[in-house]
T-cell receptor
Framework: GNSVTQMEGPVTLSEEAFLTINCTYTATGYPSLFWYVQYPGEGLQLLLKATKADDKGSNKGFEATYRKETTSFHLEKGSVQVSDSAVYFCALSSTGGFKTIFGAGTRLFVKA | DADVTQTPRNRITKTGKRIMLECSQTKGHDRMYWYRQDPGLGLQLIYYSFDVKDINKGEISDGYSVSRQAQAKFSLSLESAIPNQTALYFC????????????FGDGTRLSIL
């Protein structure tokens, strides 16, 4: 069945450091891939998405590229801020489109 | 106003009580979902509905039931609450299509003593 594996946290970085959160997936067909972010006390919100191979999703300085050859969708940001502290979830939606599979989430702490 | 509204935001109750969590949306989406979030386990799907007449069980439906009262309203019930149902519960909506993201409410924190 479909699955998503993302790196365990927590990840602790200093402000302005480079961020990578790894995400790999298993799926049949051509799923759509998403990154969601959850701030304290809030629900998940879409950060970025990519719907086909080699697509790059980007938003708020975050980027992720849909790599079908390595079944990966790693999240990157060149310079993190304290306000980026949150939990990040990688997710996929199958071509059947009825269900989204979420990774376990990676908590990010950014220190000033 | 929030597009997806959950009530209550917090609830403490006792074992054996019946509890209803409510969700309403102004997005106009046909698809609605209930998830449970436990620390370190990501999100687990409880039930989902693709329209008012369509209700489906998710991964962890035992001990839960749902009602889709209208396109905009989807409620989750715990008929007889037990302590291991203590968790954070989220409602979400989406448009039709695998490339459509889900839109979440801010969650209900439920504690069962």
């Amino acid at each position: 069945g479909n699955s998503v594996t993302q790196m365990e946290g927590p990840v602790t970085l200093s402000e302005e450091a480079f961020l990578t959160i790894n995400c790999t997936y298993t799926a049949t067909g051509y799923p759509s891939l998403f990154w969601y972010v959850q701030y304290p006390g809030e629900g998940l919100q879409l950060l970025l998405k990519a719907t086909k191979a080699d697509d790059k999703g980007s938003n708020k300085g975050f980027e992720a590229t849909y790599r079908k050859e390595t079944t990966s969708f790693h999240l990157e940001k060149g310079s993190v801020q304290v306000s980026d502290s949150a939990v990040y979830f990688c997710a996929l939606s199958s071509t059947g489109g009825f269900k989204t599979i979420f990774g376990a989430g990676t908590r990010l702490f950014v220190k000033a | 106003d929030a597009d997806v509204t959950q009530t209550p935001r917090n609830r403490i109750t006792k074992t054996g009580k019946r509890i209803m969590l409510e969700c309403s949306q102004t997005k106009g989406h046909d698809r609605m979902y209930w998830y449970r979030q436990d620390p370190g386990l990501g999100l687990q799907l409880i039930y989902y509905s693709f329209d008012v007449k369509d209700i489906n069980k998710g991964e962890i439906s035992d001990g839960y039931s749902v009602s889709r009262q209208a396109q905009a309203k989807f409620s989750l019930s715990l008929e007889s609450a037990i302590p291991n149902q203590t968790a954070l519960y989220f409602c979400a909506t989406s448009d039709t299509g695998a490339d459509q993201p889900q839109h979440f409410g801010d969650g209900t924190r439920l504690s069962i003593l």
